[in-house]
Nanobody, 121 residues
Framework: QVQLVESGGGSVQAGGSLRLSCAASVFTYATNCMGWFRQTPEAEREAVAVTTSFNITTFAQSVKGQFTISRDNAKNTPYLQMNSLKPEDTPMYYC???????????????WGQGTQVTVSS
């Protein structure tokens, strides 16, 4: 069974950086999408960044130039480098993965349990 386990969250001061990792087990789809969503209890789920197995990446407009997504295909591990963090970047972050395609949120078949990011002023 596919399992996604996030790590790297924590508490940082505004302007700081965090690097999130997602350990993906039993995920062997050659053509796939992996990435990150975030969500607060008050807001709808937001796609943050997604990368495909054929090296296409997309970012939410709100984080372009601030976050970077990468992946280790040998380990099926996506990373999210978050720089210049602001208090509004505080939500839970979820690792997501699915076989291709991934044109919409509902396409993502597998979700992690989330890792909390807290940015203080």
């Amino acid at each position: 069974q596919v399992q996604l386990v996030e790590s790297g969250g924590g508490s940082v001061q505004a302007g700081g950086s965090l690097r999130l990792s997602c350990a993906a087990s039993v995920f062997t789809y050659a053509t796939n999408c992996m990435g990150w969503f975030r969500q607060t209890p008050e807001a709808e789920r937001e796609a943050v960044a997604v990368t495909t197995s054929f090296n296409i990446t997309t970012f939410a407009q709100s984080v372009k130039g601030q976050f970077t997504i990468s992946r280790d295909n040998a380990k099926n591990t996506p990373y999210l480098q978050m720089n210049s963090l602001k208090p509004e970047d505080t939500p839970m972050y979820y690792c997501v993965a699915t076989p291709w395609p991934c044109a919409r949120v509902s396409d993502f078949r597998y979700w992690g349990q989330g890792t909390q990011v807290t940015v203080s002023s």
